[in-house]
Nanobody, 125 residues
Framework: QVQLVESGGGLVQAGGSLRLSCAAS????????MGWFRQAPGKEREFVAS????????YYADSVKGRFTISRDNAKNTVYLLMNSLKPEDTAVYYC??????????????????WGQGTQVTVSS
């Protein structure tokens, strides 16, 4: 069983930056592809970014490409999402997720086995 705990959300002005962290429990973190998703009020949860087990490969949604960076530290069992040039439309609850079996670039939330509780990101205009 893997437990995921996100942190780092908050309120930021448009154009600002935040870094989200997701700490994972258990000895299997190195074997898990990781992803970030988000859900805005009244909208479905959507894919944001994913990273391979080694961290050598990453994949982004078009809406965040060039602004967000996903990374991981396998020694710390942690995955990060650095968000720059934030926009009001980035406001959402952000979730990290772990994928134990599917391709590391999976974008469907059904491909992920474990989920964190989410952290709120609010971008003011």
């Amino acid at each position: 069983q893997v437990q995921l705990v996100e942190s780092g959300g908050g309120l930021v002005q448009a154009g600002g930056s935040l870094r989200l962290s997701c700490a994972a429990s258990g000895p299997t973190f190195r074997s898990l592809a990781m992803g970030w998703f988000r859900q805005a009020p009244g909208k479905e949860r959507e894919f944001v970014a994913s990273i391979s087990t080694s961290g050598g490969s990453t994949y982004y949604a078009d809406s965040v490409k060039g602004r967000f960076t996903i990374s991981r530290d396998n020694a710390k069992n942690t995955v990060y999402l650095l968000m720059n040039s934030l926009k009001p439309e980035d406001t959402a609850v952000y979730y990290c997720a772990a994928n134990s079996m599917g391709p590391w670039f999976a974008t469907r939330d059904a491909s992920y086995d474990y989920w964190g509780q989410g952290t709120q990101v609010t971008v003011s205009s």
